[in-house]
């Protein structure tokens, strides 16, 4: 079993920066693929980010790609999304996921934990 706890959220001015924690229980973290997604009102839950479990893979969507970072100590059992060059259109709830699947895993059924969400709101 495992508990993810996000925090960081908040509002920020377009092209502003972010930096999102999830922070997991459990001694088996390392063993987790590590993702991120996120759900504007009326909206599906949609990828942001995924890492694999010891770091060296990652993937991003497209609409985020070369504005988030995601990354992840193992030793802090914490994942974490740096957002810079905030838009808008960023606005949404922020989930961490936790996966069995080692890889990164981009579709929200592959993941088996997840934790409460914290809002993202972005100002134009």
């Known amino acids: 079993q495992v508990q993810l706890v996000e925090s960081g959220g908040g509002l920020v001015q377009a092209g502003g920066s972010l930096r999102l924690s999830c922070a997991a229980s459990?001694?088996?973290?390392?063993?987790?693929?590590m993702g991120w997604f996120r759900q504007a009102p009326g909206m599906e839950r949609e990828f942001v980010a995924a890492i694999s479990w010891s770091g060296a893979s990652t993937s991003y969507a497209d609409s985020v790609k070369g504005r988030f970072t995601i990354s992840r100590d193992n030793a802090k059992n914490t994942v974490y999304l740096q957002m810079n060059s905030l838009k808008p259109e960023d606005t949404a709830v922020y989930y961490c996921g936790a996966s069995r699947i080692t890889m990164v895993a981009t579709t929200a059924p592959r993941y088996d934990y997840w934790g409460q969400g914290t809002q993202v709101t972005v100002s134009s």
């Open positions: 459990g001694r088996t973290f390392s063993s987790y693929a």
